[in-house]
């Protein structure tokens, strides 16, 4: 497809592009999320291969959803089809997947730094080729893509970033470089020239200009106007099915009985269910743009200026901001809460993105405390719980991306017991993955993760084999607390670890993925 | 003291200042670490508290270095004496020392984001005073300053920073920033305005400027050009007697051998004996500025491109490109060598420097290789066998801020036996604490601690009872892993964990630490 597409003359690229996108959007529409990105950036995608020789030319995109077009056109368009399902393609740009995608993009602001170190590599080595990044204004906020731009920039390499500029990512763009339409001076303070094409979707405008940008030398931006269409319905969850739901509900209550709260979100409303939120409570709810580290750390001084801040983030971007929690929150004592979202195996989104490795981060930090809700009233629970008894010092509230249905129930404690039975097994679970399991065994939840309670010893020592749950990686955790726990016990109770592995798991239905590693015989 | 230099007239103040710079320098001159950057910063302190009235006003500094003439001026001059041992106070901001340390300082790039919770924690409860952050260029480099000002220049709210540039941090700023000087058009295009002052050492024109600034509205940059004072003699080491002289070695004689290889430090390079370096190997040798996560990410660019990169960083400040090394490297199972500097207890900078909590994360996550020397000679074979045989993956190899004398000796090897004995005691140790003990147990040494080399189970089950040594915090690492490894064995292994308690310990030379932390009875 892409060789039909360099024999073409530049007229007949606006019906090519026309054609692949109603390809693309037969495949994949209603069934991906933020399939606009990608159309968005249809005309600039074809004009980028056909003026590139990728991949011998080298082309980094910046975050996948930005990639669909472009895995259409690099002979994944029959793959489509199966995209984010179980052996389906990612619907993140991946390296083993195709020559085409020279960097893995499913977190922001990377893309600009990965060219600093072709530009590098190829220096070294004297080799030249064509070098492009594309970025859009959302992930222009992450401050990785000034580290890149003030580093690259000085260092006179030939490197062209498209800054694809629609206003936003997820969540609309934040931030005064974009309020003030300031990227001109911006990139030249960092030593890029700078040039504009406001119809960013204009394909045989965007290859004339691509081209002449290409015969330059040094580091230079391209800033592009795009369009999103408006193609995904806003995301909303059945009342009462998801985590999401019942934070989002849960939250509203919380804003509107105690003024002194204020929740900061980098750029995680939209997916979270709290966009309705946004408008009701201006002062109280801040989208931040994305920006983890400054966000953390934002509310960090929020809290050492005696205000109330909870923090909105996701796992996996939780892990962007880890110095900042360590650093700024925790060594500080400050009582910050987190709302740790996408908690667990996220499904779809596969390995950038499932939430597998914050908890055994967090329970490693000093001071901290952990809770996992194993449902969605468990949860409303907990967030009711700290807004009337504001926490001391740092709490993290982690939870799935999952659907959380049938009988609800509960109020917050730090442990029950969901299931008794005459046998020496005891089962120790934390979070979802609890409501799955069956009811006819000793089975102690535990909401509040770390620190352990303090009777948690002497229940122990009652039985002779402990089976621990956890949907998490990694040695320590819940399974390496417990393992330090009865190691002095006499007669030591055998414990028996039931966790993800250690290797990055792909995507696919969040059971499917927990049964198939290591979770099955108890769902 | 600060009651006595607000009873002063201005023209008081350049004496005043004089002054006190003279007792500082009598207290903690050549006894503490780069005191030319709270010299070079001693008038604007001076009209920092002249003008503001802290602590009711808030001023927060960016790093600590900058903060001695701080500490004198706000109660605690006589306290710099034993300022960074035992039991005195810290070379850093920190909040229990002082309600004048508003916000704790050690890592960089922090202060305009805390500056911005401190904005909206008072806009909430109406609350009016001056809000000023001191940044130093170098810390401008850290994408976390430009994610607070390009935020906290969106928000509208009366904030003062003040820029310091005197072309450096420890090491000289990187950047076209800093090389183009245009850091008007740069915080201006994130909606600051911006004032100038080219005479940063003249206390009574910094009054004047500062004043006019606290009578403006909105977000404010005032720019200073200090000098920094000739103080500290360079870092240097005594051949052979510190893992840093050891790596420094090694690379002189690697970048001579292997042209390929490519050594990143984000500003690093100065205290970790690699100084020397940067002269002769140029275009290998890449001194990126203080920016972690664009670092990493361009190592992992480079090994995309076919590109040897080694990323040389403190283990405390791994801490802020850890979603970069998850999902730039480590997913994409990039061939990256990391040297990670300061891994375990540093000694005098104290808890927000240990490197104590990398061990646990680099061992969680799926498919890295984990390498601790014991002695010098050792981390040079290690890093003598990397350049020879490039790893397939990331391969990290820690080592500690110590010395390292007496005989040196070894060869890289993935484990070795230090010593044996009759008993049914198994030592199992990994890294420098190993040289430390003693000398008459059965003590195997894991030169790669993770994963475990292919025997390691069957050894393990030779002993009734397994001593495990590790200088390092949380749940799991090599303590988690061995546990996990023992469980099943018939008969089971009773195993005994050393390692660092989960609390944030203090400053203080490192064998006092580790004897004060559980590693006594073998040291």
């Not at 692949?20 to 159309?39: F, G, M, N, T, Y």
């Not at 401050?143 to 030939?158: I, P, T």
């Not at 206003?167 to 005064?176: L, N």
Request: hydrophobic share 40%; glycine share 10%.
């Amino acid at each position: 497809m892409i060789t039909d597409l360099r024999a073409l003359e530049p007229q007949q690229l606006p019906a090519f592009t026309k054609d692949l996108v109603d390809q693309v959007c037969a495949r994949v529409r209603d069934k991906i999320p933020h399939l606009e990105s990608s159309v968005a950036v249809a005309e600039l995608t074809v004009a980028l291969h056909y003026v590139l020789n990728t991949p011998e030319d080298v082309l980094i995109w910046d975050v996948g959803h930005q990639g669909y077009i472009h895995k259409a056109l690099t002979g994944r368009m029959e793959a489509l089809a199966n995209m984010r399902t179980p052996g389906g393609i990612s619907g993140f740009l991946k390296r083993e997947e195709s020559p085409f995608d020279f960097f893995g993009a499913g977190h922001a602001s990377t893309s600009v730094s990965a060219l600093t170190g072709v530009c590098l590599a190829d220096r070294k080595v004297g080799r030249e080729r064509n070098r492009v990044a594309v970025i859009g204004d959302g992930s222009m906020t992450g401050g990785q893509s000034f580290e890149a731009l003030n580093h690259l920039g000085s260092l006179g390499h030939d490197a062209l970033v498209i800054l694809n500029d629609n206003d936003g990512s997820i969540d609309p763009t934040m931030g005064a470089l974009h309020d003030h339409g300031s990227y001109q001076s911006y990139v030249e303070s960092l030593g890029w020239s700078y040039a504009y094409l406001g119809e960013g979707n204009d394909v045989v405008q965007l290859v004339g200009h691509l081209k002449n940008q290409l015969q330059k030398s040094g580091p230079r931006v391209l800033h592009i106007r795009t369009k999103r269409p408006d193609l995904s319905a806003p995301k909303s969850y059945k009342p009462g099915t998801t985590f999401q739901w019942w934070a989002a509900e849960a939250i509203r209550d919380i804003l509107t009985r105690h003024k002194d709260i204020q929740v900061l979100s980098p750029a995680m409303f939209a997916g979270s269910g709290f966009g309705p939120l946004r408008e009701d409570f201006g002062d109280q709810f801040i989208d931040t743009g994305i920006n983890e580290a400054h966000t953390v750390t934002t509310a960090a001084g929020i809290a050492a200026a005696g205000g109330r801040p909870w923090v909105h983030i996701y796992s996996t971007f939780l892990q962007r901001a880890y110095d900042q929690i360590v650093h700024d929150v925790v060594l500080q004592g400050l009582p910050v809460v987190f709302l740790v979202d996408r908690a667990g195996l996220v499904g779809a989104d596969g390995p950038t993105h499932h939430g597998v490795f914050d908890q055994g981060l967090l329970m490693d930090l000093p001071g901290v405390r952990v809770w996992n809700p194993r449902n969605g009233e468990v949860l409303r629970a907990m967030l009711q719980e700290v807004a009337k008894n504001p926490p001391a010092g740092p709490l993290f509230i982690r939870y799935p991306k999952a659907r959380t249905e049938g009988e609800q129930r509960g109020v917050f404690a730090p442990y029950e017991w969901l299931s008794k039975s005459d046998s020496k097994v005891l089962w120790v679970s934390t979070g979802a993955i609890s409501e799955l399991m069956k009811k006819d065994e000793n089975h102690l939840h535990l909401a509040q993760v770390w620190p352990f309670f303090n009777d948690f010893g002497s229940i122990l020592s009652n039985f002779e084999e402990i089976h621990v749950f956890e949907e998490s990686t990694g040695l320590g955790g819940l399974g390496g607390g417990i393992a330090a726990l009865v190691e002095d016990m006499v007669p030591r109770p055998k414990y028996v670890l039931h966790k993800l592995p250690s290797t990055f798991i792909e995507h696919g239905p969040r059971l499917q993925l927990l049964k198939d590693h290591g979770f099955d015989p108890f769902l």
